[in-house]
């Protein structure tokens, strides 16, 4: 083995072997699959790709495809992330600063995760063109919809689902950290998983000057001043709104 494998190879702490329980092991595989993969993903998607490359917006609207990918990449981490903390739910912890750092950060992911999960079934009616309320025979009454006519329930909703997302983000990238230095975990592992943020990172500011970031409502409904939600701006930072198109002259 050449010098640079050997010191990859090594724990952290430079101990000439890593050694720590199965539970332990698979807690950290499941968190780390759930928080740096599914959830990252989850959020760029949600951020970046309401409107695909290849879409003709404002001609073609409502793409579906970043919903269902954020809905089953967030389930997902929700289901890892309860599997993860079973594991470890009876084990034997390991003393120290860092595990009561680490234990705290987790919890407290596993916290928010819970109130992401639960806010996305409070945010209310959509309404609009293509989701109309309608009277018991069918016929359709009216457009009217929390997120058509952005209602306070709406905007609540928004604030509160955007900015606990990202919030519950930095905390589980704080706890790999602890995790990571409370397992002693092996130097390749640390700097694979750093470099791997790193490549989120980059990602999510390139799409961030591409203007990606476009506002939800205009990529379901489109820039036009027909669409009452136009009144109230965009809920969170840096979300692009286009110019709704200019009247016609008579």
Request: aromatic letters at 8%; proline letters at 8%.
């Amino acid at each position: 083995m050449t010098p640079l494998l050997q010191w990859l190879s090594q724990p952290i702490s430079g101990a000439p072997v890593h050694a720590i329980a199965p539970e332990f092991a698979w807690h950290g595989r499941l968190m780390v699959l759930a928080w740096s993969l599914a959830v990252p993903t989850a959020v760029l998607l949600a951020r970046f790709f309401k409107v695909t490359p290849g879409q003709r917006w404002p001609q073609e609207l409502d793409n579906p495809t970043w919903w269902h990918g954020h809905r089953i990449a967030n389930y997902l981490a929700v289901l890892l992330t309860a599997l993860a903390l079973a594991l470890i739910a009876r084990g034997a912890g390991l003393a120290g600063p860092a595990r009561t750092l680490h234990a705290a950060l987790g919890w407290s992911v596993a916290a928010l995760a819970l109130v992401q999960l639960l806010s996305a079934h409070l945010r209310g009616s959509k309404g609009g063109p293509t989701a109309p309320r309608r009277h018991p025979d069918g016929r359709v009454r009216d457009l009217r919809g929390d997120h058509y006519d952005m209602t306070p329930r709406r905007i609540l909703f928004e604030a509160v689902h955007k900015g606990a997302g990202y919030l519950v983000l930095l905390l589980a990238l704080a706890s790999t950290a602890t995790g990571l230095r409370q397992a002693d975990a092996p130097r390749w592992m640390v700097l694979l998983i750093g470099l791997w943020w790193s490549v989120l990172a980059v990602a999510f500011i390139i799409w961030q000057r591409r203007g990606r970031c476009l506002d939800t409502y205009q990529a379901i409904w489109g820039p036009g001043h027909e669409h009452p939600g136009h009144a109230v701006g965009p809920v969170g930072p840096g979300i692009r709104r286009a110019a709704p198109p200019a009247h016609p002259r008579t």
